[in-house]
Nanobody, 118 residues
Framework: QVQLVESGGGLVQVGGSLRLSCEAS????????MGWYRQAPGKQRELVAI???????NYADSVKGRFTISRDNAKNTVHLQMNSLKPEDTAVYYC????????????WGQGTQVTVSS
């Protein structure tokens, strides 16, 4: 009933920028925290950034100063602005959201590929 759909991934040169978006739709109750994770080949999925409903944010050390997470509660969307991209940023990026209906559970998007070429 709840779907998270990411968009905005693609191929970019070193130093370039991309903006990822994720929209939650379906039977949505209260949306609590929303975040972005990424998984590179051969590596474990890691948290990139998270934002709670009140606006507080947290970032992985590797992206601080380069990435910015934001959300639009009215549109049930979360964005990730990625600047000064590095080859190390290459990964599949996943959107997540904790949503309260009858119970609170964490949902995941299908992922979008980001490739930074050198």
């Amino acid at each position: 009933q709840v779907q998270l759909v990411e968009s905005g991934g693609g191929l970019v040169q070193v130093g370039g920028s991309l903006r990822l978006s994720c929209e939650a739709s379906g039977s949505i109750g209260r949306v609590n925290d929303m975040g972005w994770y990424r998984q590179a080949p051969g590596k474990q999925r890691e948290l990139v950034a998270i934002i709670i409903s009140g606006g507080s944010t947290n970032y992985a050390d590797s992206v601080k100063g380069r990435f910015t997470i934001s959300r639009d509660n009215a549109k049930n969307t979360v964005h990730l602005q990625m600047n000064s991209l590095k080859p190390e940023d290459t990964a599949v990026y996943y959107c997540s959201a904790s949503i309260a209906t009858i119970i609170t559970r964490k949902y995941w998007g299908q992922g979008t590929q980001v490739t930074v070429s050198s």
